[in-house]
């Protein structure tokens, strides 16, 4: 089992960058493929990006590829999201989640394990 906090959420005006952390705590961190995803007022959970256990293989969602970056440090037991070139519609709150296995995937129900959350605000 793995336990995740997000931080590095905030305001940020159009144009600009964030970098989100999540720590995980618990055993062997680096079986875990590691997502974000994001929920805005009124719509569904959708997907942001995800990384697979080594690093190695990344996954976008269209609206995030060119703009979000996704890395992860197994030292630190640490995956990141850089956000640049922030967009209005980008506000939302952010999760983090992890799954077991090698699999990158884009469904939100493939993964068992969510942090609390952390609120990203883009101003126009």
């Known amino acids: 089992q793995v336990q995740l906090v997000e931080i590095g959420g905030g305001l940020v005006q159009a144009g600009g960058s964030l970098r989100l952390s999540c720590a995980a705590s618990?055993?062997?961190?680096?079986?875990?493929?590691m997502g974000w995803f994001r929920q805005a007022p009124g719509k569904e959970r959708e997907f942001v990006a995800a990384i697979s256990r080594s690093g190695g293989s990344t996954s976008y969602a269209d609206s995030t590829k060119d703009r979000f970056t996704i890395s992860r440090d197994n030292a630190k037991n640490t995956v990141y999201l850089q956000m640049n070139s922030l967009k209005p519609e980008d506000t939302a709150v952010y999760y983090c989640a992890a799954r077991e296995g090698a699999i990158v995937t884009t469904h939100n129900f493939d993964y068992a394990y969510w942090g609390q959350g952390t609120q990203v605000t883009v101003s126009s």
């Open positions: 618990g055993r062997a961190y680096s079986r875990y493929t």
